[in-house]
């Protein structure tokens, strides 16, 4: 129902969505400092008819527009877009390449943000055709900034009216321009971290025998925890623990045997139960090695909940993405994914789904992942995930569900 339409107003508005896309890059922002960002997408979305803007959210700098059809009370689809930036220097050489030293659109946020509000100016155009809702939510703070659970928790987006459906999309570099791809499970996976700091007892470097060297106790820690996935974990489930840091002793002496040795990284798996067994390990195996050493070790896990997608929203988003793009364009995909995105804060609440949108192109496949200070989002893709994300409230309202 409603595609030609949706193609006909993509088509139309995509150089204003290309315009737009471009004004973010330009001026990006930190997590939870989007103040520019939110007064240009409430500024755009005040322009469309029918759409109850609320600025303010979710620690300031979240944006909330609210579209209810024209067609009679109904149930209430949210759509969602992360619109945070990256502390990186960009260099991309773009000519609309950052103005904002050290800050960078490097994660496709401002083509995140873009889609959705491309989403929102092609169905308040088709409003007179919805039965029900539609709620776009422009969400800051999703780089580390809590923004999901402030969203969420604190200001209460899946109420008022209550949500009964969740979608979010990311640019991705390893799939094709033009594709969507629809994880069969795990979007994201358990993601979760760690801090150890292992305490010895410091003295001048020529005197290692009066001390207990706490870089060398976290020299066998590495070595332990690289054993946990290796060794110690169920070989079918997909995991990660990663050591990111160590810090140890002053930068300016190299005479100094320190006293404490911190160690930080992250872990990740598509198992709750994985997850579980890793922080134990991780503070078994460090208090362990740390106590044959001498020394102790005060260890600190954390883990997040995974995007699993809802399995009545894969089929539903599969036929709704191929009306739009083509049913050659759309592929589910089996391989799970370990990084971690705060869509976890809805989607363990409300059904739905999280895609992935194809960004490569043969000038850029392969020469970056996200993150890079070379990443270069691909602007087709723009219209196209708006009317995707159109397909999905549409469909979705028709229906009254998946």
């Not at 979305?45 to 303010?56: F, N």
């Not at 969602?80 to 960078?104: H, K, Q, T, W, Y």
């Not at 943000?113 to 055709?129: K, P, V």
Request: aromatic letters at 6%; charged letters at 20%.
């Amino acid at each position: 129902m409603l595609t030609n339409e949706i193609k006909s107003i993509a088509a139309q508005i995509e150089p204003q969505l290309i315009a737009f896309r471009r004004d973010l890059h330009m001026h990006p922002e930190l997590s939870m400092q989007e103040t520019r960002t939110a007064a240009r997408i409430a500024e755009e979305l005040r322009k469309l008819p029918g759409i109850e803007v609320t600025e303010g959210v979710a620690g300031g700098t979240g944006v909330v527009g609210l579209l209810r059809g024209g067609a009679g009370e109904g149930k209430t689809v949210l759509l969602r877009a992360d619109i945070d930036a990256l502390p990186i220097e960009e260099e991309s050489g773009v000519e609309f390449r950052s103005c904002n030293e050290n800050v960078m659109h490097a994660c496709g946020h401002d083509g995140h943000a873009t889609w959705l509000l491309g989403s929102a100016m092609i169905l308040s155009q088709l409003r007179e055709h919805l039965k029900g809702s539609v709620k776009f939510v422009f969400q800051p703070g999703e780089e580390g900034g809590g923004g999901g659970r402030k969203m969420v928790q604190e200001s209460k987006v899946l109420e008022n009216p209550t949500v009964d459906a969740v979608f979010a999309a990311h640019a991705w570099p390893e799939i094709d321009a033009g594709q969507v791809h629809i994880a069969a499970r795990s979007a994201f996976g358990f993601a979760g971290g760690f801090t150890i700091k292992i305490t010895g007892k410091g003295g001048h470097g020529s005197w290692p025998h009066q001390c207990i060297d706490p870089i060398a106790v976290a020299n066998q820690v590495y070595n332990g925890l690289q054993q946990i996935v290796s060794r110690r974990l169920n070989e079918t489930a997909a995991r990660v623990l990663s050591v990111c840091t160590i810090h140890s002793g002053p930068q300016d002496k190299s005479n100094v045997i320190p006293d404490c040795c911190t160690m930080t990284g992250t872990i990740r798996s598509d198992r709750r139960d994985v997850m579980e067994e890793m922080k134990k390990q991780i503070e078994l195996v460090t208090k362990g090695i740390a106590e044959a050493n001498g020394a102790t070790a005060e260890v600190t896990t954390r883990s997040g909940e995974a995007v699993i997608n809802s399995p009545e929203a894969i089929p539903f988003c599969v036929e709704a993405a191929s009306k739009v793009l083509g049913a050659e364009n759309v592929k589910i995909d089996n391989m799970p994914h370990l990084g971690g995105e705060d869509f976890s804060e809805y989607i363990t609440r409300v059904p739905g789904a999280y895609i992935f949108a194809g960004i490569a192109t043969d000038e850029t496949r392969g020469k970056f992942g996200l993150h890079s200070n070379q990443f270069i989002l691909e602007e087709s893709m723009l219209a196209k995930v708006a009317s995707v994300f159109s397909q999905f409230a549409v469909d979705f309202l028709e229906k009254q569900g998946f």
